[in-house]
């Protein structure tokens, strides 16, 4: 036991990539240097941008600068609804929810890319994503959500039936923090998204929030 505390501070064991990483509402020119110190601690498997009600232009120019963070820290990029600006930037794929567009349009234009489908909480959108051939299914939002504070409420029974019945990967989304994330681990999750916990934490600096994920 000892032995594996050291190796583990040493980093001979690697961190088991738990974390599926969602962008801050807003994005400033302090965010770029704070990302690549979240990432460093090697803990995150995606990392979606995810921003409303900003230019076409102006996105294209955050994606290519985050998109040289995660591939410096082998980070899975992922962009939320915008399928052709995934395309563009090179980005590792695309995530979008029920009314962000056709899938089956997007799975054609991501060829060979991650294509990422929220659920909620319904099995009936869950079979419909996986005939559309996404890579990982979201359910949620599971708790009280700072970024969705009117979504969908999902459950653990929906986990329990995607254990048993879904082959592809299981992200658990919506409020989910350093206390509540083990219970959705347990019942299936194979990945958790996170983004309030670590970008508007006002006990602890992204660095800080994303250690209490290992």
Known sequence: ?????????????????????????????????????????????????????????KLL??????????T????????NDYFKLSSKV??????MGQLDGSFKIARKKLKGKILGITCHNSKILAKDAIKNKAD???FGSFFKSKLK??????????????????????VVI???NNTNYKKLVSAGAKYIALSSFIWDNPKLKPEQAIRKFK
Not at 152 to 170: E, F, Q, R
Request: net charge positive; glycine share 4%; aromatic share 8%.
């Open 90 to 95: 090179k980005a590792d794929g695309c995530h």
């Open 174 to 176: 919506g409020g989910i």
């Open 136 to 138: 990982y299914i979201a």
């Open 1 to 57: 036991m000892v032995r594996r505390i050291r190796e583990r501070v040493c980093g001979l064991i690697p961190l088991k990539k738990l974390v599926y990483l969602i962008s801050p509402d807003k994005i400033d020119n302090n965010f770029y240097a704070s990302l690549d110190k979240v990432l460093s601690f090697k803990n995150v498997k995606f990392f979606q941008l995810r921003l409303k009600n900003v230019s076409q232009k």
């Open 149 to 170: 504070p009117i979504a969908k409420k999902a459950n653990l029974n929906i986990l329990k039936w995607a254990k048993k019945n879904i082959k592809k990967p299981i």
């Open 61 to 70: 120019n955050i994606s290519k600068k985050i998109k040289k963070i995660t």
């Open 72 to 79: 410096k820290h082998k980070v899975n990029f992922i962009i």
